[in-house]
């Protein structure tokens, strides 16, 4: 019940695409969904978060689509650029548990 | 701001060889810690949580005498993965909690160590 599902495993999207990925949770305590973006050999950068009283984020060109029904989010990434190819993990945690549970990650790859 | 650092970045050494690093936020106070390891193209894994001043809470599975973790201060703690041997040659990364009011918010990552036993 603590898992966190994440799709796909990897992703190549053209420059300027919307690249999405989605993350799906059974978890029903869980109350902050993080995104966490990640370069290789580099540590894991927080993107955006949310939580699920909104059903929806926007940072910049990043997007977090929340569905609390369904028990699924999403991140989208708007003008994607090359510079946005990393790997990209979601997350969640509930209120009282200091830890994150983490999805297997997504690589993606924007090609110019 | 939310920096968390990590030091050595990389380490290289021989078997037998026990190997400290430090995980420091820099500018916020963290009354926890956390520890992960990460095997190439996988997700991050839990090894411990640490509250300064206390004992870590380790994952099921991770051998609390082989990594041990001090969290002496607000702003600093440690990993020594003691007798390195080379199964335990990996991306070690902390993160550091920022607490908002009385709850622990976002995590921040620190840079990762990468550490290779010969």
């Known amino acids: 019940q603590q898992q966190v599902k994440q799709s796909p495993q990897s992703l190549i999207v053209q420059k300027g695409g919307i690249p999405i990925i989605n993350c799906a949770y059974e978890?029903?305590?869980?109350?902050?969904f993080p995104w966490y973006q990640q370069f290789p050999g580099k540590g894991p950068a927080l993107l955006i978060a949310i939580r699920p009283d909104v059903s929806e984020k926007k940072e910049g060109r990043f997007t977090i689509s929340f569905n609390k029904s369904a028990k699924q989010f999403s991140l989208h990434i708007m003008d994607s650029q090359p510079g946005d190819s990393a790997t990209y993990f979601c997350a969640a945690k509930n209120f009282g548990n200091e830890k994150l549970t983490f999805g297997t990650g997504t690589r993606l790859t924007i090609i110019p | 701001g939310a920096v968390v650092s990590q030091h050595p970045s990389w380490v290289i050494c021989k078997s037998g060889t026990s190997v400290k690093i430090e995980c420091r936020s820099l500018?916020?106070?963290?009354?926890?810690m956390f520890w992960y390891r990460q095997f190439p193209k996988q997700s991050l894994m839990l090894m411990a949580t640490s509250n300064e001043g206390s004992k870590a809470t380790y994952e099921q599975g991770v051998e609390k005498d082989k990594f041990l973790i001090n969290h002496a201060s607000l702003t600093l703690s440690t990993l020594t993965v003691t007798s390195a041997h080379p199964e335990d040659s990996s991306f070690y990364i902390c993160?550091?909690?920022?607490?908002?009011?009385?709850?622990?918010?976002?995590?921040?990552f620190g840079p990762g160590t990468r550490l290779t036993l010969l």
């Open positions: 500018d916020f106070q963290a009354t926890t």
């Open positions: 978890n029903t305590a869980f109350d902050y």
């Open positions: 993160s550091a909690g920022l607490a908002v009011g009385l709850l622990l918010d976002n995590q921040y």
